[in-house]
């Protein structure tokens, strides 16, 4: 009781419902537990009398929204004649079109921003972007969170890497290559409708928009024998992502299967590297179609037969030069390449060519790689990004090795 003014506690028998006049900002307060709790060990205690009108409001109230929630319900369930359904579907657009307008807004002020920061810290030079820290992209991160640009966000935060990999020589000029590409990409968006259709579905996907399932599976279908080849899983805030490549074993087309997972559930679908499965694949809609849904597939089976013929690595790249052609905010492109890794230094492989590429600053299974090839040739597949390669599984004995799911997260090589 708060001096004079006694509280105004309330219960309804019927349905559990409180209400109090205290100021507690829990609910139901320690009034309404206590009532309930006097009812339920003394009911003698509580007698019939004439309800209080402040009593009778709130019980008239609670009725009042419960017949209207009735109402709406039977609506709801009543057959709809094809004109109220037409008006229904109308409304259901207008409020989708609404919030689209609505997130075209946050997206064109946040790239504004985004601009902004990247032209500023092209003044500035990145000789201090070390110094300033991971806070210092992931507030701009955060803003394009904000902003609804979340794969811009994802693109931010993966790009910042690239500033503490102490091992990585040429970290300055790949930086700049990613900052020019997102400072590319932010002014693309502001000019969709120049580009051609195709480009413009990757400069949305890659800005944060998603494309619904059922339009991809309403895409032509590409059926094949598909070889699972390599898998990679990456933290992205609350969700792990796992990235699945496979490789048509007749068409020779390559295909990446996307599948997130939060917090510490396991993947939906269970892909293993070095099986294979016959199905029917349809492709994101992109310049240059990588990613892809299974329509239709039978079960997996042991991946069948040795190590495909590698291409040389003036065709592999000739390959990937025509696919930053088509799309140019393409961030990885499959590779298949032969070779072995260079007994002096863990950080190169030899191509079967004699050429030398540099592996990437994150891969962090080079022992696994100098030990699969005991300094013979193998054939592996990668992800290049235009300056490295990043081993993703390698064949050794007709058997088809993933490092991240054979041998863990890392063999601690310094």
């Avoid at 946050?106 to 500023?120: K, M, P, S, V, Y």
């Avoid at 796992?242 to 390559?254: D, E, H, P, Q």
């Avoid at 239709?296 to 790249?317: E, F, I, K, M, Y």
């Amino acid at each position: 009781m708060p001096g004079k003014v006694p509280y105004r506690t309330q219960i309804d028998l019927g349905e559990l419902a409180f209400k109090c006049s205290c100021p507690s900002r829990k609910f139901p307060c320690k009034h309404g537990l206590g009532l309930y709790l006097l009812h339920a060990g003394n009911p003698a205690l509580f007698a019939t009398a004439e309800t209080p009108a402040w009593v009778a409001d709130w019980l008239a109230g609670r009725r009042g929204r419960r017949e209207k929630k009735e109402e709406k319900a039977t609506a709801q369930s009543a057959p709809a004649t094809p004109e109220d359904a037409a008006a229904a579907a109308a409304q259901a657009r207008k409020r989708e079109d609404k919030r689209k307008d609505k997130r075209e807004q946050n997206i064109a002020r946040g790239l504004a921003e985004l601009q902004t920061w990247l032209e500023d810290l092209a003044r500035n030079g990145l000789a201090s972007v070390r110094e300033r820290g991971p806070g210092y992209w992931e507030t701009i991160a955060a803003r394009m969170v904000d902003a609804q640009a979340s794969g811009l966000a994802a693109r931010l935060r993966r790009v910042s890497s690239l500033c503490f990999q102490s091992t990585n020589p040429h970290w300055e000029e790949q930086l700049g290559g990613e900052l020019a590409a997102l400072y590319l990409l932010s002014h693309a968006y502001g000019r969709l409708g120049q580009l051609p259709r195709a480009l413009q579905s990757d400069v949305r996907i890659q800005t944060g928009w998603t494309v619904p399932q059922e339009e991809v599976l309403a895409q032509p279908a590409l059926p094949d024998c598909w070889q699972v080849v390599a898998q990679a899983t990456t933290d992205e805030g609350r969700l792990r992502a796992r990235a699945t490549w496979l490789r048509g074993n007749t068409s020779g087309r390559w295909a990446l299967l996307l599948h997130y997972a939060a917090g510490g559930q396991g993947f939906e679908v269970p892909l293993a590297t070095g099986t294979e499965f016959d199905a029917e694949l349809c492709f994101y809609p992109s310049a240059f179609p990588l990613r892809a849904l299974v329509k239709q597939s039978s079960g997996l089976r042991a991946l069948a037969g040795a190590a495909p013929a590698a291409p040389t690595l003036d065709a592999a790249l000739d390959g990937y030069a025509a696919a930053l052609a088509a799309q140019p905010f393409l961030e990885r492109y499959p590779l298949l390449l032969s070779g072995a890794p260079d007994l002096a230094d863990s950080r190169v492989f030899n191509t079967a060519d004699g050429r030398r590429l540099t592996l990437n600053a994150s891969f962090h299974h080079r022992r696994h790689l100098l030990a699969l090839s005991g300094g013979h040739p193998l054939t592996l597949v990668g992800e290049w990004d235009g300056a490295s390669l990043l081993p993703l599984s390698a064949w050794h004995d007709g058997r088809l090795f993933n490092f991240e799911t054979d041998f863990g997260a890392s063999d601690l090589t310094p």
